[in-house]
């Protein structure tokens, strides 16, 4: 081995390639040779390129962006959840109190790993129902390069945990294709999970493609076993390349919903809400005003009158919803919690000092999609909001526990954006786009504790971390110019360093935003508001009236909380912000708006093809639940070839969801048996089960799921070789597939299953050597 150590130590030279060739096209171009060859290696000079290396001086990154965090939930902006790590990285770094994101999801999680603006990079709206206009795609565009991918390429080590809500729906299965995984966007490795939200207790998880085995890890909620795993790879990054960057970027899908946290951390606020949402909200103003927050003279805004005031709720409804809170606070603390294990790692390990941390605290404002009363079960909730309330109040004690998909009533999430109007989903008002931010680099903050009032938005992190590290970065331009093949869009924010040192807020800026047909308009310290009146809970019919949108203006740089409309004092003004605001619409493939919801839209997506015939080959197959088939709504016959391996066998023969929202046709005991879950309430569970078991060894089972008419009643019939085993009615054929990344399942039920089964996450006690289904 001692030759192998000296041909190491003189493999060394003086310049790298890319000092000598420019960052502007990437990957960076190999250099030319500049040894000599000779007929033996003894005789030839070795040269002296090396591999990419990160610029000197580059630092570690760590980002952290939370799921539907309101603007005053966390202690560190004056809320009532105590979250010590966040406000830890904020004595140490810059809170930034005008710092805005697009108002949902997707969207938000392009324009945070890009910089450009969302409808540029091609994520208009939620990943899981593209279309096909250009805005829309779903997926992050070639020409709008990640963070990540820059990074990468020049010489950082790149990994991402948690919530990637950037793949299409249909192209989360292993079929592919790959390049809208985070694995395809430049990160070298990934855990985590690629839906819009997750179960805490049964998540849906995967190690860069693959799916990660349900009992891959202690049976820990998400949020610890990613920070968890965060803390392995940094340890291993750190083994493998001591002197080598890294970006590592969590973002563990918490506050969203389900609210679900350990019953420990619950318990530590036990009648903390007794008080309500108007009293929490005017409590946490005063601490906002006290902190700095919010400017002195900050008007508080009034409850919308669609969100009823606390004390016209009965007993039993300020019980259940007290109870939501207190999970949703216990949730957010155990999010700080393993936040401040990454941060202790670091530190312990000597990196700290020499990381940039950035806290991002929610994609949008907090969510009340949940409706005015809240919900134990959030995808049955939607758009109908029509939960028994005994059943919602008789589940208050399981709250928080992995038997329910909570979350909170809108009154909360009106609280938790203080001072500030509406939610989640309006891009038209602050509530919907303003969030806290906290930026920390040891040594490059004037005022450590400080609190900026600069403009910020989430497309201005890439420009910061390029700028961090030392990348070449010119304005208005594309920057790199081409990245594996792809010409460059130019970057749409702009970094924040500078502001470190000097916050400027009266820095210019104009900034559009642009969600389900709700807009608004940032320039120069005005704020253009276009409302269409559709609430956060409420989706549109696919086909009806145009909304009428209502135009409202405000002027921020005097009005934080956006409080005082001066439309009708302003005409002029109104105006102009009016042509600005289509222009940078057109600008930036906004158009078409679509003021629809997600259940109208995924209707939409999921209308059938017309293929007939489907065919799966074994078991251990499992497809997203909102691709095809459909197996809801319409009818179809399903023939499962079975081999058992006894006559007792148990397990999942076929299973759609969870149960949430779902159904299984599996074995118990051998006896074949269908149920049919519209939610956990018993009520809306129906059980079809034969008299007796199946044979062991070769035979068939047949599912006749027969709708009178599309998404009416429908009737289920079992049988065998042509043997009638069972029969039953449900009273209807349409359900949702509920819970994060819910899959069809064959010959098992992965993730949240839609039953108890007798064998561990329905693994069937046999083969399946293939499933036929036919539609009529």
């Known amino acids: 081995m001692g030759w192998l150590l000296a041909a190491t130590v003189l493999s060394g030279g003086t310049a790298n390639a890319q000092e000598e060739t420019g960052r502007a096209v990437l990957p960076v171009p190999t250099a030319p040779f500049d040894g000599t060859f000779a007929e033996n290696v003894l005789d030839a000079r070795r040269g002296t390129a090396r591999p990419v290396s990160a610029p000197v001086g580059a630092p570690n990154m760590f980002v952290m962006m939370s799921d539907d965090v309101g603007f005053a939930m966390s202690s560190a902006f004056g809320g009532p959840v105590p979250t010590p790590n966040f406000e830890r990285v904020a004595a140490q770094g810059q809170r930034y109190n005008r710092f805005h994101t697009t108002g949902i999801c997707s969207p938000s999680r392009a324009a945070l790993l890009t910089g450009r603006n969302h409808h540029a990079a091609g994520v208009g709206w939620l990943s899981d129902v593209p279309s096909p206009y ?15 991918q820059i990074l990468r390429l020049n010489g950082y080590n790149t990994a991402m945990f948690g919530k990637h809500h950037n793949t299409p729906s249909n192209e989360r299965s292993e079929a592919g294709p790959f390049d809208a995984w985070p694995t395809g966007l430049g990160f070298e490795y990934f855990y985590g999970f690629v839906s819009g939200d997750s179960d805490q207790y049964s998540p849906m ?302 820095m210019p800026r104009t900034q559009y935003f642009e969600i389900g047909g709700k807009v608004g308009l940032y320039h120069d310290g005005w704020f253009l508001s276009g409302d269409d009146g559709r609430m956060a809970w409420e989706n549109l019919p696919p086909e009806g009236p145009r909304p009428r949108m209502q135009w409202s203006l405000y002027n921020l740089s005097k009005d934080f909380s956006q409080s005082i409309d001066l439309a009708a004092k302003e005409p002029e003004r109104l105006k102009r912000m009016l042509e600005l605001w289509q222009q940078e619409a057109r600008r930036n493939n906004v158009f078409p708006l679509d003021h629809r919801f997600a259940m109208a839209r995924a209707v939409a997506a999921m209308r059938p093809s017309g293929r007939k015939q489907f065919t799966f080959w074994g078991k251990d197959v499992s497809i997203p639940s909102t691709t095809e088939p459909v197996l809801i709504g319409r009818s179809f016959t399903l023939d499962a070839d079975l081999r058992l391996d006894t006559a007792s066998a148990s397990g999942a023969v076929v299973a759609l969801g969870s149960r949430f929202g779902g159904w299984s046709l599996y074995l118990d005991r051998g006896v074949p048996t269908f149920v049919w879950a519209r939610s956990t309430d018993p009520d809306e569970i129906v059980r079809v089960r034969a008299a007796h078991a199946l044979p062991q060894g070769a035979t068939t089972l047949r599912l006749r799921f027969a709708v009178a008419k599309p998404g009416g009643p429908a009737e289920i019939a079992l049988s065998t070789g042509g043997e009638e085993l069972a029969r039953g009615s449900l009273p209807t054929s349409i359900l949702t597939p509920a819970g994060g990344g819910e899959t069809l399942d064959i010959g098992r039920d992965l993730g949240v299953t839609v039953t108890d089964y007798p064998v561990p996450h329905g693994a069937i006690e046999g083969d399946i050597p293939r499933i036929s289904i036919t539609f009529d």
Not at 134 to 148: C, M, R
Not at 302 to 309: F, L, Q
Not at 445 to 456: K, L
């Open 134 to 148: 250009p805005g829309y795609g779903g997926k992050i565009l070639p020409e709008t390069a990640t963070v990540a």
């Open 205 to 506: 998880l995967y190690r860069g493609v693959q799916r990660a085995d349900p009992q891959d890890g202690p049976r820990e909620l998400l949020d610890k076993r990613l920070a968890d795993d965060m803390i392995r790879w940094i340890h291993n990054q750190k083994a493998g390349a001591p002197d080598k960057p890294f970006l590592a970027y969590l973002a563990p899908g918490s506050t969203h919903a389900p609210h679900q946290a350990p019953p420990a951390y619950i318990a530590r606020f036990k009648g903390k809400f007794d008080q309500g949402w108007d009293k929490v909200r005017e409590e946490t103003f005063r601490r906002q005003v006290a902190m700095g927050i919010v400017p002195e003279g900050t008007r508080l805004t009034p409850r919308p009158p669609e969100i009823p005031a606390w004390d016209t709720l009965t007993p039993a409804q300020k019980a259940f919803a007290a109870r939501t809170m207190e999970v949703a606070a216990a949730q957010l603390v155990f999010q700080d919690e393993q936040v401040g294990r990454v941060l202790d790692e670091l530190q312990r390990m000597g990196q700290l000092d020499n990381t940039i941390v950035a806290i991002i605290e929610g994609d949008n404002g907090a969510s009340a999609e949940a409706g005015p009363r809240g919900t134990i079960n959030e995808m049955r909730s939607m758009g109908r909001h029509d939960e028994a309330e005994a059943w919602m109040t008789a589940n208050l004690d399981r709250l928080g526990g992995p038997d329910t998909y909570e979350s909170y009533p809108a009154g909360w999430t009106w609280a938790m954006n203080t001072p500030l109007r509406w939610t989640k989903q309006y891009a038209s008002m602050l509530g919907g786009i303003r969030n806290g931010m906290i930026l920390s680099w040891k040594g490059h903050v004037a005022r450590p504790g400080s609190i900026c009032g600069q403009f910020s938005h989430l497309v201005d992190m890439a420009p910061t971390l390029l700028d961090a590290a030392h990348v070449p970065m010119p304005a208005n331009v594309p920057m790199p110019a081409n990245v594996l093949g792809s010409a460059q869009k130019p970057l749409d924010g702009r970094s924040l360093l500078p502001g470190l040192a000097s916050c400027d807020p009266a």
